[in-house]
Every structure is written in structure tokens, then in C-alpha cells.
């Protein structure tokens, strides 16, 4: 099981990039969006959502456990918080490649930047709820600029 917990919350290994592995990740959260996720959303979005909703909650889970498998608080190894936050940056949005390459620097953007309450959570929150919310934010936001970028353009 370790095994496992290890190569999901590092998104398929990718959290051990030696450069960037939150970006790497974020590129894993697109692809798994395009392929995966959006066929679903575009037909049925509030299914998607409570899934979403229910794949986070486990996602949580798992990033609370690989914090313990490398003793330390949000492990720049765990990217999975960045897989889901690129899933819900483009949730709803145009999969041109367009929006997705401005999803993915406006999710990168924030989930650098961290704003509120990305900030509060990244620093207070303890375990995999600290890990994962944080980004998931940053993900709405990058949702929401995403959306009102492709309205004006």
C-alpha cells in the first residue's frame, strides 16, 4: 500500500522531478483533465463534482499519509494537490490550447502566490486537508480569471 500512496501523491512519480515538480505535476492534472475528466464534465457537471468532491476527500487521505512517508509538511515530492488543482482550473472552461496553456500558467500563478485563503491554509492547516486545499483555491481562482479571460476574448 505504500507503494501506492507514494506514486499517486507524487503524481505517477513526477513529484520527483529534480526541477519543478509542482509544474510537472500541474502538467500530469492537465492531461488527466483533457482525457479523463472533461468528457464527463461536459456532460455532466454536477456529477462530476460530487465526484471531484469524493476524489478529494481520498486525495486528503493520501496526502496525509504520504506527509508521513516523507516526514515533512506539504513534501515538494506530494503533487498531487497540484493534479487536482489543474483539474479544477479547467473544470467548465474551453479545452482549446489556448485556454488550457492560460489555465495552466494562471493555476501556476496562484498556487505560487498563494492568495487568501490559499495562504492561511498552506501555513495553518495541518495533514493532507493542509496539503490539498491550498491549491484547490488556487484552482478556483485560476478557474475564475480563466473564465472571464475566455468571455472577453
Known amino acids: 500500500m505504500r507503494q501506492v500512496i507514494i506514486f499517486l501523491a507524487t503524481g505517477a512519480y513526477t513529484g520527483y522531478s ?13 492531461i488527466i483533465g483533457y482525457f479523463f475528466c472533461a468528457p464527463m464534465w461536459q456532460h455532466e457537471p454536477m456529477i462530476f463534482a460530487v465526484i471531484f468532491a469524493a476524489v478529494l476527500f481520498l486525495c486528503c487521505l493520501i496526502a496525509g499519509r504520504a506527509e508521513e512517508i516523507f516526514g515533512e509538511h506539504d513534501s515538494s515530492k506530494i503533487v498531487l494537490d497540484e493534479v487536482l488543482g489543474m483539474i479544477a482550473t479547467m473544470f467548465l472552461n474551453p479545452l482549446t490550447w489556448a485556454s488550457m496553456l492560460g489555465g495552466f500558467l494562471l ?14 491554509i498552506d501555513r495553518k492547516m495541518p495533514g493532507g486537508p493542509g496539503v490539498m486545499l491550498d491549491d ?3 484552482g478556483i481562482y485560476a478557474n475564475i480569471v480563466l473564465r472571464i479571460l475566455v468571455h472577453l476574448l
Not at 529534480?18 to 492537465?30: D, M, Q, Y
Not at 493555476?107 to 492561511?120: C, E, S, W
Open 18 to 30: 529534480p526541477f519543478a515538480p509542482g509544474t510537472a505535476g500541474s502538467v500530469v492534472g492537465l
Open 107 to 120: 493555476f501556476r500563478l496562484f498556487d505560487i502566490i498563494k492568495p487568501f485563503p490559499a495562504d492561511v
Open 136 to 138: 484547490l483555491f488556487a
